[in-house]
């Protein structure tokens, strides 16, 4: 009965190479987010999405691309990975994506990305 | 361009004494404060919140106070037990806007038993 899932758990890939990371929630929320963890343990946001529209794009290289097929699902794709994209990414979601911004975050486990 | 410091990386308490984790931040404009917790391997789980029209709020163990004149919140955990060990995340938020989703670094809560 996972709220938040996201997959793989662990990525470890080359550079140059593409790679996706799924995420699917359970909660009948309807925004979701990804969020990066670097090595310093900051968690920046990097997308969200509310009801299947983008309305968080922050500072990512365009090599980062989300996609929603519906409410529960958000993927993040990966194009020519560098090895400073090597971080934990975690999914998050939340119900109320207009001025309901009080609703906390539900976060998946995260998946840890080794770009070597 | 750093909104919120958390500027202990670790703390460590004894088990049954208090455990005070500070949060500080600068834009005027968060009126909303959220704090969550996170074991190794996890995901960030919700804590606790405040909003700003109050300067306490408590939920059993937990108490958060905000002080919105020194732009600063604590999180008080008493008693402390063992399995509070983990980092503790604040996450202050602009109401009604998307884009102030910010965390600080968190902090490494230690209850040493």
């Known amino acids: 009965d996972t709220a938040v899932s996201q997959t793989p758990k662990y990525l470890v890939t080359q550079m140059g190479n593409d790679k996706s990371i799924k995420c699917e929630q359970n909660?009948?929320?309807?925004?979701m987010y990804w969020y990066k963890q670097d090595s310093k343990k900051f968690l920046k946001i990097m997308f969200s999405?509310?009801?299947?529209?983008?309305?968080i794009n922050e500072t990512v290289p365009n090599r980062f691309s989300p996609k929603s097929p519906d409410k529960a699902h958000l993927n993040l794709h990966i194009n020519s990975l560098e090895l400073g994209d090597s971080a934990v990414y975690f999914c998050a979601s939340s119900q109320g994506g207009g001025s309901s911004y009080n609703s906390p975050l539900h976060f998946g486990n995260g998946t840890r990305l080794t770009v070597t | 361009d750093q909104q919120v410091k958390q500027n202990s990386p670790s703390l460590s308490v004894q088990e049954g004494r208090i455990s005070i984790l500070n949060c500080d931040y600068t834009?005027?404009?968060?009126?909303?404060f959220l704090w969550y917790k996170k074991y190794p391997a996890e995901g960030p789980t919700f804590l606790i919140s405040i909003s700003s029209i109050k300067d306490k709020n408590e939920d059993g163990r937990f108490t958060v106070f905000l002080n919105k004149s020194a732009k600063h919140l604590s999180l008080h955990i008493v008693p402390s037990q063992p399995g509070d060990s983990a980092v503790y995340f604040c996450?202050?938020?602009?109401?009604?806007?998307?884009?102030?989703?910010?965390f600080g670094s968190g902090t490494q809560l230690t209850v040493l038993p």
């Open positions: 996450s202050p938020r602009v109401g009604g806007s998307a884009r102030q989703l910010t």
């Open positions: 999405y509310n009801n299947k529209e983008l309305i």
């Open positions: 909660l009948g929320h309807d925004t």
């Open positions: 834009n005027s404009m968060f009126d909303y």
